[in-house]
Nanobody, 114 residues
Framework: VQLQASGGGLVQAGGSLRLSCAAS????????MAWYRQAPGKQRELVAL???????NYADSVKGRFTISRDNAKNTVYLQMNSLKPEDTAVYYC?????????WGQGTLVTVSS
């Protein structure tokens, strides 16, 4: 599967952005989809994950502010980010996992100014 992330950009603190990740290939609905992020000088970390049954989990740092969702008809996963903070600045990566395989998108940069 190939993943194409989009929607990043520059936003002021308190603002919102919605990231999208379009997947090619078949059986998108069977994949666990996730968003990770990597800030400068830091390790990549899990932000949010959504199962094939649309059960979602979030990092503590984004709970209540970010929402992950998926549209299986469009082979797309979204990350709605509200109340953004400067510490949310990072490259955000889309990830797909299934039966021991993992696939990554190219990343989209989110910059939150204070």
């Amino acid at each position: 599967v190939q993943l194409q992330a989009s929607g990043g950009g520059l936003v002021q603190a308190g603002g919102s952005l919605r990231l999208s990740c379009a997947a090619s290939g078949s059986r998108f609905s069977a994949y666990v989809m996730a968003w990770y992020r990597q800030a400068p000088g830091k390790q990549r970390e899990l932000v949010a994950l959504i199962s094939s049954g649309s059960s979602a989990n979030y990092a503590d740092s984004v709970k209540g502010r970010f929402t992950i969702s998926r549209d299986n008809a469009k082979n797309t996963v979204y990350l709605q980010m509200n109340s953004l903070k400067p510490e949310d600045t990072a490259v955000y990566y889309c990830n797909a996992q299934r039966v021991g395989m993992a696939f990554w998108g190219q990343g989209t940069l989110v910059t939150v100014s204070s």
